[in-house]
């Protein structure tokens, strides 16, 4: 009988896709392994929690294990809402811990409700107060945190969030590809991904060129921190997980290319993937443009990493009201009609 004894035992192993019908490359428009570039996607929604953030939770988790600073009967307190906290509420479970999170009141109830399900708590704080108020964000994720049995994971600092994806998301895209990729792009939030995985190819092949993706007005790619609506990625400030070396490049892409793109991939490769992926994947597609019909480009085999899954991303950028509001278009053709227009 072939079967894993936990979920955890899921988390990794990933497949790679290849994109095809969203290039746009010049002649035929489809590159194949046999010549051009090589476009792979490395899903990471396959991932028993929905996103690439199960592979940090275990190692986070795994290490504070290790060190002591997670006991038995431990509380786990993250001030997420999104992917990680979704790992960390999986991991928890099946391990024995206690997890709560603390969101802000703008975090919408089917968020809260994702890390409720997996008997998470959710500590919900009013945004309308100053920071140095006893019931702002901050002052209460940091009382919940040094409370007794109590351990701050912190993502945007803790060592092994890269070294997770050094130790796992690297060496699979090395063996998938036989030693053959030549670039790897990778959006960048708490810019753990990039970090450990740009490190270990390097590693591997100093000449493997990694190319992160940004949104535009984040600090990644020289903006000042200015609000930008694709989620999970960019940031205003250098976070400690962030290996300033490690990007050979940084590519710039709008809100209104990484959801365009994001439709796109749904509508034709079939992959129904969050915002992040839409604006990495969009990347790569330039990347590959650009080494279409070079003697370097005949060669090519680029990996994106697309984080999460689009299931979380339904009332937005999946919905034509919530695209036009910001007046993003959506793409016209197979749009949902009325019964009264059949
Ligand atoms: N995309 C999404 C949807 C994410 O949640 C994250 C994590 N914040 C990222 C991309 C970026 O990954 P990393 O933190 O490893 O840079």
């Not at 792979?40 to 060190?67: C, F, H, Q, W």
């Not at 604006?279 to 070079?294: K, N, S």
């Not at 991303?313 to 993003?328: H, M, P, R, S, V």
Request: proline content about 6%.
């Amino acid at each position: 009988m072939q079967y894993a004894n936990s979920v955890l035992d899921l988390i990794g192993n990933t497949p790679l896709v290849r994109l095809s019908r969203t290039l746009d490359l010049a002649e035929g428009g489809d590159a194949t392994a046999e010549g051009g570039p090589l476009v792979l996607a490395k899903v990471e929604y396959l991932n028993p929690g929905g996103s690439v953030k199960d592979r940090i939770a275990t190692r986070m988790i795994e290490a504070a294990e290790a060190s002591g600073a997670l006991q038995p009967g431990g509380t786990i307190v993250e001030p997420t809402s999104g992917n990680t906290g979704v790992g960390l509420a999986m991991v928890a479970q099946q391990k024995g811990y206690q997890c709560v999170f603390v969101c802000p009141d703008k975090v919408s109830v089917d968020k809260r409700n994702v890390l409720k399900a997996y008997g998470a708590e959710v500590v919900v704080c009013p945004t309308a107060v100053a920071p140095e108020h006893p019931d702002s964000y901050y002052n209460v994720s940091d009382r919940l945190a040094s409370a007794p049995g109590a351990w701050k994971p912190d993502q945007y600092s803790n060592p092994h969030n890269p070294r997770s994806h050094y130790e796992t998301t690297g060496p699979e895209i090395w063996e998938q590809t036989e030693g053959r990729i030549t670039h790897f792009v990778c959006g960048m939030g708490t810019g753990g991904t990039i970090s450990g995985v740009g490190r270990y190819l390097k590693e591997k092949n100093p000449a493997i060129q990694v190319i992160g993706a940004d949104p535009a007005g984040s600090v990644y790619s020289g903006g000042t921190g200015r609000p930008y609506l694709v989620e999970g990625v960019g940031e205003d400030f250098w976070p400690d997980t962030y290996d300033r070396g490690v990007a050979d490049r940084v590519i710039e892409v709008s809100d209104a290319d990484s959801f365009a793109f994001t439709r796109r991939l749904a509508r034709e490769e079939a992959l129904l993937v969050g915002g992040s992926c839409g604006m990495a994947a969009w990347a790569a597609r330039q990347v590959a443009q650009e080494l279409a019909g070079t003697p370097e480009g005949e060669s090519a085999v680029i990996v994106v990493l697309l984080p999460d899954s689009g299931r979380g991303y339904l009332t937005k950028i999946f919905n034509d009201e919530w695209l036009a509001q910001y007046g993003f278009a959506s793409g016209a053709d197979g749009d949902s009609r009325t019964v009264g227009e059949v």
